[in-house]
């Protein structure tokens, strides 16, 4: 069973940092192209930064510079680091996988979300 079970939320002042988790288990990690998600109250859900299966990098221009995607392959992880936080940060993350099933099927799952939130 395929599940991704993000970690790592929680209320910080701005400036600060946060590390967000993302573990995946059900044997898609390898194939995974892995992306984190945003999604504040009243607005609709974007990508915040995207890690392909080639190592390619892609990351939201408000975030450039202050946030990190990275992934521990030995522990089917991938983490977000967000330094210097702001209040416009705010939102449920959530941790998304794309990719294909060895027979040809494409798959696409996602997290339950874990909330930021940046006070002033």
């Known amino acids: 069973q395929v599940q991704l079970v993000e970690s790592g939320g929680g209320l910080v002042q701005a400036g600060g940092s946060l590390r967000l988790s993302c573990v995946v288990s059900?044997?898609?990690?390898?194939?995974?192209?892995m992306g984190w998600y945003r999604q504040a109250p009243g607005k609709q859900r974007e990508l915040v930064a995207s890690?392909?299966?080639?190592?390619?990098?892609n990351y939201l221009d408000s975030v450039k510079g202050r946030f990190t995607i990275t992934k521990d392959n030995a522990k089917n992880t991938v983490h977000l680091q967000m330094n210097s936080l702001k209040p416009e940060d705010t939102a449920v993350y959530y941790c998304?996988?794309?990719?294909?099933?060895?027979?040809?099927?494409?798959?696409?799952?996602w997290g339950q979300g874990t909330q930021v939130t940046v006070s002033s």
């Open positions: 890690l392909t299966t080639g190592g390619y990098i």
């Open positions: 998304n996988a794309v990719g294909r099933w060895a027979q040809g099927r494409d798959f696409d799952y």
């Open positions: 059900g044997g898609i990690f390898s194939r995974s192209n």
